[in-house]
């Protein structure tokens, strides 16, 4: 199932990822000349984020020694989304659902969030009752319409919404996956009847089975949409200001990216697109590293600003997940299985009302951030702890860019060491450190026990402006034996949006059982899937080039409640149900350990992956290295209970083959890499620094 198509440039001009984080945008240059590499941090601006992402492309072209012009295509990676769904900032939305199924977001799973707390609340809906409205539009399972709204009643609903005065509205019927095509045609009737109101079908956006998850996906379309569709306009008129007239593609969850276009109509899709594409460039560039190193299995580390998520890549790939949760809501979009699990360098280190000491999940953002920025925060954060413990130098912040203020971290902390009976700041720090340590190896070994997975086997691959300060560190705590730390890991996530493949995800519920005559409905299915994806990239952009599809179908055994995601890259076209049907035994045996052969198949869904790879970006080749190191100079770092000194290395000297031990500080203009003690540390030809823990250790 794979195909070609010809290759197109993105023309003679630079290629710029971008990733708006909540303290940082960063921004990953491919410079036309040469393909070489130009990275630079710009300080987020909460209230605009499109100032930061204009203001920072001047500057990094510049760097480079290029104009704005020069750039002709931008791959950004946004939080917009996210951060509206999580804060409930989104537009002012209404829900069309057919008759009788009113209160489809409030029953939702019937399930309450904790069974054993008496105190716990559900999710507030997205969309209150008041501005639920019904319809007399229904299909049956096989996609026939049974009712079907007349023009009057179109006309009545459609005067109902202008005098909701809402901003977007989103359309569900049932079973209407069945038929996308047909619900689509009333959403468009409705979208006819309201002008300057955005109506989003369900069906249109993702026709699976479960009508609430499916209703979500539609609500949550509706709720960010004005929201991005605002941003998105202030960007180009920024980018218009500034004399670009680049291609503007959004990275999107799934780890790929899609045009500007798509962006704007299907924006559910780039909720979580930064954190994807960090793990997809771990898993491109962290494989490389590691080819003949017998290291199949890595687990990212993404510690920015206000969060560190884990995510795993077994064989250089990634590991999907086809449902997740979004501030509290189900999503059931593919995605890149990220899990959070702890707290980011503008984490607020505080006691609670017992005396404990405590570390996030507030943070002190971009504004005012950490206390040592000097924007007026007053409660320390861990930025402020890895200063008062001497592993990151106050000076050098940012390439030396930004010079935090020391003392006022160290006042902060002591502050918080005199309520808890420390001797000072950096018994605080130390203390605040472990403390994140410590819950981030709790999620992370819950995160992996859930997949069956042993840390012990995995290599950790650390970015984000803080994930190589902390990796060694969550390395110790999680008993993991190696690090790879990639270059320029600070601005890791607009790697990935730099290289990132477009890539658009396919599905189509089928609910049908696994019988004789099944495989050639299946085949025809996928064909059909196949011809969309083709169609679609042919739409998209002029960038990609030889195409891939990627298969899979979720089954389950007859009566199973849920089902499992099954790949079926490895089968022919025109493969029989035997192979599909021992597929799922395979996986049901590897997730369960047991198989049912007399049991009953059904296939609910299937799914089709549509990636348009982009021209691969040149790996760094460092020189050999010519004799051992040599550190900058020393500093005391505090470390296991003591002060202790560490060298301090300058990344840019360091050459493939050197190598030192810890205790050691290796800066370079993003982050800062921490050595423990009882590890080694050397780089290979790519520039990456592998820290090993010793036998001692």
């Not at 080039?545 to 409640?561: F, N, S, T």
């Not at 490895?570 to 047991?594: C, I, K, N, S």
Request: with cysteine.
């Amino acid at each position: 199932m794979s195909g070609t198509t010809a290759r197109h440039g993105a023309g003679a001009g630079a290629r710029v990822g971008i990733d708006v984080g909540g303290t940082f945008t960063d921004f990953v240059l491919s410079h036309p000349a040469d393909g070489r590499l130009v990275h630079y941090k710009e300080p987020s601006t909460p209230d605009d984020p499109a100032r930061a992402v204009v203001r920072g492309l001047v500057t990094c072209a510049a760097k480079a020694g290029l104009a704005p012009g020069d750039v002709s295509l931008l791959l950004h990676g946004t939080t917009i989304g996210l951060n509206a769904i999580i804060q409930r900032a989104g537009a002012r939305i209404g829900l069309v659902v057919t008759t009788g199924f009113r209160d489809i977001l409030e029953i939702a799973r019937s399930r309450m969030p904790s069974s054993f707390d008496f105190h716990a609340r559900k999710e507030e809906p997205l969309v209150p009752r008041d501005r639920v409205f019904e319809i007399e539009a229904r299909f049956d399972p096989k996609g026939q319409a049974t009712r079907t709204p007349d023009a009057d009643a179109l006309d009545a609903l459609a005067g109902a919404i202008r005098a909701a005065r809402l901003d977007a509205v989103a359309l569900v019927t049932v079973n209407g996956y069945a038929a996308p095509e047909a619900e689509g045609a009333i959403a468009d009737a409705l979208q006819a009847r309201c002008p300057g109101v955005a109506v989003t079908s369900a069906a249109r956006i993702w026709p699976e089975i479960r009508e609430y998850e499916r209703t979500l996906v539609a609500c949550l379309n509706a709720y960010i949409q004005p929201l991005m569709q605002g941003y998105f306009a202030r960007l180009a008129s920024g980018l218009a200001e500034i004399g670009t007239g680049a291609q503007v593609f959004v990275t999107a969850s799934n780890g790929g990216s899609m045009s500007l276009d798509s962006a704007v109509a299907r924006p559910v899709e780039t909720i979580l697109s930064g954190p994807a594409s960090g793990v997809m460039a771990a898993a491109r560039l962290a494989g490389a590293a590691m080819t003949g190193t017998e290291v199949p299995a890595i687990i990212t580390f993404d510690m920015g600003g206000t969060s560190s998520d884990i995510a795993v890549a077994l064989d250089g790939e990634p590991e999907f997940a086809t449902r997740t949760e979004v501030g509290g809501l189900p999503l059931v979009l593919p995605v890149v299985a990220v899990s959070a699990i702890g707290a980011g360098g503008g984490s607020i280190v505080w006691i609670d009302d017992h005396g404990v000491l405590k570390v996030g999940p507030r943070s002190a953002g971009a504004a005012p951030g950490p206390v040592a920025y000097g924007r007026g925060g007053r409660e320390p954060a861990v930025t402020d702890a890895y200063l008062a413990t001497g592993l990151i130098d106050p000076s050098r912040f940012l390439g030396g860019r930004m010079t935090l203020d020391r003392g006022a971290a160290d006042a902060a902390l002591a502050g918080i060491a005199a309520r808890i009976g420390l001797d000072g700041a950096a018994p605080a720090a130390a203390g605040a450190l472990a403390v994140a340590t410590a819950g981030m190896a709790t999620e992370l070994f819950k995160t992996l026990a859930q997949r069956g997975l042993d840390p012990a086997d995995f290599t950790l691959v650390p970015f984000g402006g803080a994930g190589p300060t902390h990796a060694n560190l969550l390395a110790q705590e999680a008993g993991i034996a190696r690090v790879v730390v990639p270059p320029a890991a600070g601005t890791f996530c607009a790697l990935g949006a730099v290289s990132a493949d477009l890539r658009r995800d396919f599905v189509r519920s089928l609910r049908t059982p696994l019988e004789a005559g099944s495989a050639r409905r299946l085949a025809a299915t996928f064909a059909a899937l196949a011809g969309e994806g083709r169609a679609w990239l042919a739409e998209e952009g002029r960038f990609a080039g030889d195409v891939r599809l990627q298969r899979a179908a979720d089954m389950r055994y007859a009566g199973q409640a849920y089902e499992l995601r099954v790949g079926l890259d490895h089968l022919p076209d025109d493969a029989p149900e035997t192979a599909f049907a021992e597929a799922f035994h395979l996986e049901h045996e590897r997730v369960y350990g047991f198989r049912d052969a007399s049991a009953p198949i059904q296939v609910t869904t299937l799914r089709l992956a549509v990636i348009g790879r982009t021209p691969a970006l040149p790996l760094p080749h460092l020189p050999e290295a010519q004799g051992d190191p040599v550190p900058r100079g020393t500093r005391p770092v505090y470390l296991a209970g003591r002060w202790r000194e560490a060298a301090v290395f300058d990344r840019a000297t360091l050459a493939a083959g050197h190598a030192f031990a810890g205790p050691a500080v290796v800066e370079q203009e993003d982050t800062t890499v921490i050595v423990l003690p009882g590890w080694g540390a050397h780089l290979d030809r790519a520039g990456n620094l592998h820290l090993t823990r010793s036998a001692q250790a």
